[in-house]
Each structure stands twice: as structure tokens, then as C-alpha cells.
């Protein structure tokens, strides 16, 4: 899908290059590919490191990054599952037909879990246990084949009984936490797990790496059409790029805390985490219902695990004008969804911003926008359904850009400046 979507916009993926370094150029990075043809150096304008906790561009820009590995590794393994002896000797019901969803197992010696999603086998089990390091597989990656003997072991220990049948693939997988310095150094940036690396504990780590992406990946298109003779000029498309080590990083420290407390939790060996899991857990567990009863705070959950409350409120990028603008997310919050009419059938507001650029939501009493020198990637749409005289400015990552309780235009152009989004053409009016 990707692939069809970059050919669609004329770029080709050169299958078999490898990217040997990176070196920044003041105005430019040189980046030097190897593949069979022979090495080529190209000047490129920016260049995005995805790649990895082993980064080629983190390297070449000189950026360090902090933390260390686990003493605790994963381990994961594609198995049939059959029938489980009982108690007394007498055999218990067909080990998948006893089970029909996940389920968790949590010990002294780590957590156990198990998903009917193998990609080899029905079943796909997932432990954590102590790691020895001997074997010297890359972090992130799987490593070793687990022996089946050692997988039934796991099974037995955390309480769940039924007996591995087939063994059809399996791996111990050594982790590591890590945070780069800086996600930017000239013209090279950091992205997804070449700028910081987590636990799997929560699942932080894809959605993440897509934030990061979306986040640099407007502000690179912006700045890479920005002339230096532009409004705003070097010094606004500066802070433009900067802004992304200011947005990301923190948010990356934040979620580096939360897995990191969370593995700890589920997956150390220490007297404390394993007591927590062996003993309290179960005592705590018929308050359990209780808790998920109270929809609000299963909601704040859900929400702070999927990274909707990440925030940019400190951001340069994160302006308030006057008069401010009240009963609205603030600058820099994400946009939620809502139902709303712009003329017409009422639509879904996220399908309305679907479209690329930023988006000029006028409220539906504001004055009309006078003429004003946004640029082509700029939409201006007027809501029917929200009573004020506001605006708001929505980025195209989805982010509150800028609010204001009029229709400022002098606040609305600087701003619109700072991004990279002003130019000489005349904006339309609503």
C-alpha cells in the first residue's frame, strides 16, 4: 500500500540500496547510498531517519541516545494446543476448545499471555522471563528458538495447564529502552524507534513512531516550500523544524516513563513486582468490575493508552490570540471528532479535515475574513452548528494550532506565517 501510494506521487523505491551514511550540509544532507550498481551521493533537502534502533542517520548526525537493556527478555512462540490432564489423572476438555479469546497469566516469575492469532500455528504465546544475554540477538529483533520443553514450563508455571502439541516457530526477543538527546541535528531528524525505543508493555511503540511522522512530515513539506524571501523567512522555517524536537521529545520521555513503570509491573523478577502480581493482583481483582463500571475513568484509559491526549501546548507552534477563544480544545490539544454542519448535511468534522493543509474553522456568527495573503494550503470552512464569533486553526497533524475570540487577521497572518503556510496569493472568503 505504500508502495503504490509513493508511485502514485512519482517515487520509486529502490529495493536492494542501503543508506551507508548521512552528512549534514548547512542548507542541505548528503546521504550516501551503496546498492550493486556501485555508491551514489545525493544532496537532499532534509533526510528522515526510520530506521530503527540501529540508526545509520543517528549515527551520521552525531545525536547519542540514553538508557539501557532489560534484564528481562520476551519470548514468543506460534503452538497447537491440545488436551490438558486433570487434577486426578483423567483428561480435561481440548486445550482450544476451552478457549475462545485471550487470556493472561500473571506470576512471580513474569507475565503470560495468550492470543489466538498465531500467524503459524492457532495459538500465539507471548512470556517475559529473565535473559542471560548469552545469546546475542539484536534488541527488538527475534532471536534464539525456544525449546518446547522450556515453552511447557512457562505454560505449567503460570497456572495454565494444556499441553503443546506442535511447536511451529519460536523466539526469545532481548529489549531494550532507549531515548535519543534530540530528535533533530541540522538537517537530519529521528523518527519512530530510531529516536526512542520501548518496552512492549501498553503497545506504545507503532503508535508513536506514526505521531512522529505525521508531526514532521507537514512541517518538512512546509518548510521545503518556504523561500528564505517569504514571509517569516530562515528564522520561521527554523522554528518550524525545531519545533518538532520540542512537540515529540517530551511526549517521547512520557511514554518512555509509563512502559518502562508498566513492564517493571508485569514482567520484573524483583520481590516487589513479583509480590505485586502473585499477591496483591489476585486480592485486587473482584474490585476490578467495580473500576470498569465507572465509564469516565475507563474512557481517560483508553484515551491516555492511545495517545489522545498527547498535547503541544508549550509549543512555539501553539499560539492564543485575543480575545481568547473559550469552550474550545486549547492550542496545541487535538482536534476530537464531532458532527457538524458547513453548509449542507451535517458531516463528520475529522472527514471535513481529511483533506491536506490547515484548515480556518470560523464560528458561525465570526466576521468574514478580510483579504488576506494565506497560501494555497490554507481551507476556510464556516461552522453553522457552533454559535460565536471565533476561529480556530487546525494543523494538518489535527493539532489546535490557534484560537482566537475574533477574526484577527493580523494574528491569524503571523501565525500563518510562522508555519510556512503564508504566501502572496489571495485567500478566499467563506
Not at 481568547?324 to 492550542?331: D, E, N
Not at 461552522?383 to 494543523?395: D, W
Amino acid at each position: 500500500m505504500l508502495a503504490a501510494a509513493l508511485a502514485d506521487r512519482g517515487v520509486e523505491v529502490e529495493r536492494g540500496t542501503e543508506l551507508a551514511a548521512v552528512r549534514d550540509g548547512g542548507h542541505g544532507a548528503d546521504a550516501v547510498l551503496r546498492s550493486r550498481a556501485g555508491t551514489d551521493v545525493i544532496r537532499c533537502p532534509f533526510v528522515a531517519g526510520r530506521d530503527g534502533p540501529d540508526s545509520t542517520v543517528r549515527a551520521g548526525a552525531g545525536i547519542r541516545w540514553h538508557g539501557g537493556p532489560y534484564a528481562v527478555e520476551a519470548v514468543l512462540a506460534d503452538i497447537d494446543l491440545g488436551r490438558a490432564s486433570g487434577r486426578d489423572g483423567a483428561e480435561a476438555r481440548d486445550g482450544a476448545e476451552a478457549r475462545d479469546g485471550a487470556e493472561a497469566f500473571a506470576g512471580r516469575r513474569g507475565l503470560l499471555l495468550l492470543f489466538p492469532l498465531g500467524e503459524r500455528a492457532p495459538w500465539r504465546l507471548l512470556a517475559t522471563g529473565a535473559s542471560d544475554g548469552a545469546h546475542g540477538a539484536a534488541f527488538g529483533r527475534p532471536g534464539p528458538a525456544v525449546p518446547r520443553a522450556e515453552l511447557q514450563r512457562l505454560l505449567n508455571d503460570a497456572g495454565s495447564d494444556p499441553r503443546i502439541e506442535r511447536l511451529a516457530w519460536s523466539a526469545r526477543v532481548p529489549l531494550q529502552y532507549r531515548l535519543a538527546r534530540r530528535f533533530r541535528r541540522g538537517r537530519p531528524f529521528l523518527v519512530g524507534d530510531a529516536a526512542h525505543t520501548y518496552s512492549p508493555a501498553t503497545g506504545q511503540g507503532m503508535n508513536a513512531g506514526i505521531q512522529d511522522a505525521v508531526n514532521l512530515g507537514w512541517k518538512l513539506g512546509f518548510a521545503a516550500g518556504t523561500s528564505a524571501g517569504a514571509i517569516g523567512g530562515e528564522r520561521g522555517t527554523e522554528v518550524l523544524l525545531d519545533s518538532y524536537d520540542r512537540e515529540r521529545r517530551p511526549v517521547a520521555g512520557r511514554r518512555l516513563v509509563l512502559t518502562h513503570a508498566a513492564f517493571w509491573a508485569e514482567a520484573s523478577t524483583g520481590r516487589v513486582p513479583s509480590w505485586l502480581r502473585a499477591v496483591a493482583a489476585p486480592r485486587g481483582a473482584p474490585a476490578v468490575p467495580v473500576l470498569l463500571d465507572h465509564r469516565r475513568l475507563v474512557a481517560e484509559g483508553i484515551r491516555v493508552i492511545s495517545q489522545l491526549r498527547v498535547h503541544c501546548r508549550s509549543s512555539p507552534l501553539s499560539v492564543e490570540g485575543t480575545p481568547h477563544l473559550r469552550g474550545v480544545p486549547r492550542p496545541g490539544d487535538r482536534l476530537p471528532d464531532a458532527t457538524v454542519s458547513a453548509g449542507g448535511t451535517p458531516q463528520r468534522l475529522h472527514g471535513l479535515l481529511a483533506r491536506p493543509g490547515v484548515h480556518l474553522l470560523l464560528q458561525r456568527d465570526a466576521d468574514p475574513l478580510p483579504d488576506m495573503t494565506h497560501g494555497p494550503y490554507v481551507d476556510v470552512l464556516r461552522l453553522m452548528n457552533s454559535p460565536g464569533r471565533g476561529l480556530m486553526a487546525v494543523r494538518p497533524d489535527g493539532h489546535v494550532g490557534y484560537t482566537s475570540g475574533a477574526t484577527d487577521a493580523a494574528g491569524l497572518n503571523g501565525w500563518l506565517a510562522l508555519i510556512g503556510a503564508a504566501a502572496t496569493s489571495a485567500g478566499r472568503r467563506p
